[in-house]
DNA sequence: CCTACCGATCGGTAGG
DNA sequence: CCTACCGATCGGTAGG
């Protein structure tokens, strides 16, 4: 028996949480690139470490590490977390309106509502990240600007869309349009999170309102 | 002559640039701090190395920090440089002018062309600061938030001016003009620092010259 | 998914 | 302003 008992500590000795179903491994990387995606909203994406991020998750770094190889491969991860998350919540709301002006207001609203959400602890990480990014070169920065020129092409789209079908005036000019309504995002953001200023949430809700006031 | 070159080098073995004077330690912390508020706009306040910096200005780490004594002391040091500058590259231009409209458009203008300036690596170090820090707490942070607060205050203290002397529409919202202007710049920052889009400036000028028409 | 370890670099300091 | 050094932590790996 003793001897039994110590058998079965022995093999546990290699094996902590070892041999978990693909399902498993799969909510562990789930759960580590949620955590990795937010701790970034405060601390960069080159600020987080995998030491503190496993320690923040209770395992171990190589078990964090085990997940993607290397710490760029994980950042990856964090955008593309980013990514999902604001699709569903922005682009995702808007989708069942009809395309043109009706689909760009609940686009702009939608937006104003995810950067108000308090479920980032550092404001939306895409943001973020453009920033902490844009001077840098590599798959990191890549990523973070096609995602930003792919929301920029879908507020284009649907901002032509309204002016075509003359919900808009047709001598509005899409692009700076879009421009406008894209500052607005960026100030809200920047406002919230450096001041803790809400008041330019409504504030920014009515000036998009009168830019997207319709014929 | 060979003990006295030898003396010589025994001596140089202690004092490798030693003993400068107060205007010539001056000069050198004045070109760390420059080298450290350009570095910070690539790779963030954090993201600076002593180290690299140090190699960067081809310094020993100790020289470097016996100018600051710690490495938050040389954040600083960076964000009063990036006040600095702003400060001569924006408000001293916009200043001459009568205050009201004309020095809000003398403001706005300026502070666009200092964004399109390519004279920092990385974009404007204050707003680079505000999105790296504006999930923290500390002395960076509060600097950071203040001078924004600050800037901010400028802007409104001219439009209100400018609404008083009927250059505006009376029913003008000073608070919310001057965020549409801040919108615009902050954009246009993000614009050139991610995709080097440089048509983002006269779209800015165009905007703003519409918001700024006057009666 | 863990322990134990690697060389490199971090911010900072002693001492001259 | 330098050399030489400190303990701590970095990203990453071997091996189970």
Redesign the pocket.
């Known amino acids: 028996m003793r001897a039994e008992a110590f058998s079965v500590q022995a093999i546990a000795k290699?094996?902590?949480?070892?041999r978990?179903s693909a399902a498993?491994?799969q909510?562990?990387?789930e759960a580590i690139v949620q955590r990795v995606a937010d701790l970034a909203t405060v601390e960069g994406l080159?600020g987080?470490?995998?030491?503190?991020l496993?320690a923040d998750l209770?395992?171990?770094?190589?078990?964090?590490?085990?997940?993607f190889?290397?710490?760029?491969a994980?950042q990856l991860a964090a955008i593309e977390e980013g990514e999902r998350i604001f699709r569903r919540r922005v682009w995702d709301q808007a989708e069942p309106k009809r395309p043109g002006l009706r689909r760009l207001r609940a686009l702009i609203s939608a937006w104003l509502d995810y950067l108000a959400d308090t479920s980032w602890s550092g404001g939306c990480l895409l943001t973020a990240a453009a920033s902490e990014f844009d001077g840098r070169s590599g798959p990191i920065a890549e990523a973070i600007a096609a995602q930003d020129r792919l929301w920029n092409r879908i507020l284009q789209r649907e901002a032509k869309q309204a002016i075509e079908a003359s919900e808009l005036a047709a001598d509005t000019d899409a692009e700076r349009l879009v421009f406008q309504l894209r500052a607005l995002a960026l100030m809200v953001n920047h406002d919230l999170q450096l001041h803790g200023d809400e008041r330019v949430v409504k504030r920014a809700r009515a000036i998009a309102k009168g830019l997207l006031a319709g014929n």
Chains 1, 2 share one sequence.
């Open positions: 290699f094996s902590h949480m070892p978990r498993e491994a909510k562990t990387r080159e987080v470490t995998v030491g503190r496993a209770e395992m171990s770094k190589a078990g964090v590490m085990g997940h190889g290397s710490k760029q994980l």
